[in-house]
């Protein structure tokens, strides 16, 4: 079965500084890592995907993730954080071997940026 | 990316009742999922709905308790039964875009008390 762990409830950083917000993962297949960002009172919106290709991934509102095989992590990243990145953001995987074609996700993690 | 709509974005049902939740895309998909998220926690994925055949049920979940239809590539609906205060949930549609592989969008959700 495939699984998600995200190891910190909350990650505080301030404004302007960069950050990391941490996903390690397990499948029995190769990974199809997804991050998602769910704002106050709004829906799941999509920041950013690795299938395969290069390890870094750039996605929406200058996030970035480094897919890392060998850890089996996926951590996303800022260089700069704004307060407007503050939210709840999810980690998600889909097994590519087989299994549920839906995503199985990470408990979450509110990145809290201070001004 | 398609454009989820579900109806209706929230509702206080009685113990015991049913509630059927609909999820329309604009744009035809092959791939449809429902997923229930409960307070303060993460995603789980309660089905996969795919068009012309029967939904496939995720670990937990049961067809007599989440009964769900998909009669065309733009419509779903998802049926919570028999309700009690532990269904009370935000429960999310989400298609995968086959014009962008693999991504993943997310209707706005339904949020569902149970009283």
């Known amino acids: 079965a495939q699984s998600v762990a995200q190891p910190e409830d909350q990650v505080n950083v301030a404004e302007g500084n960069p950050l990391t917000v941490k996903c390690t993962y397990s499948v029995s297949g190769n990974p199809y890592l997804f991050w998602y960002v769910q704002y106050p009172n709004r829906g799941l919106q999509f920041l950013l995907k690795?299938?395969?290709?290069?390890?870094l991934v750039k996605g929406s509102y200058g996030f970035e993730a480094e897919f890392n095989k060998s850890q089996t992590s996926f951590h996303l990243k800022n260089p700069s954080a704004l307060v407007s990145d503050s939210a709840l953001y999810f980690c998600?995987?889909?097994?590519?071997?087989?299994?549920?074609?839906?995503?199985?996700f990470g408990k979450g993690t509110h990145l809290i940026i201070q001004p | 990316s398609a454009v989820i709509s579900q109806k209706p974005s929230r509702d206080i049902c009685q113990r015991g009742t049913s509630l059927t939740i609909q999820c329309q895309v604009d744009?035809?998909?092959?791939?449809m999922f429902w997923y229930r998220q409960q307070p303060g926690q993460s995603l789980t994925l309660i089905a996969t709905?795919?068009?012309?055949?029967?939904?496939?049920?995720e670990s937990g979940f049961v067809i007599d308790k989440f009964p769900i239809s998909r009669p065309n590539l733009t419509f779903s609906t998802l049926t919570v039964s028999n309700m009690s205060p532990e269904d009370s949930s935000i429960y999310l549609c989400?298609?995968?875009?086959?014009?962008?592989?693999?991504?993943?969008?997310f209707g706005p959700g339904t949020r569902l008390t149970v009283t």
């Open positions: 989400s298609v995968e875009d086959g014009r962008v592989s693999y991504e993943q969008y």
């Open positions: 690795y299938i395969t290709g290069d390890n």
């Open positions: 744009s035809q998909v092959t791939m």
């Open positions: 998600a995987v889909r097994d590519e071997g087989g299994g549920a074609d839906g995503l199985t």
């Open positions: 709905a795919n068009q012309g055949s029967e939904a496939t049920y």
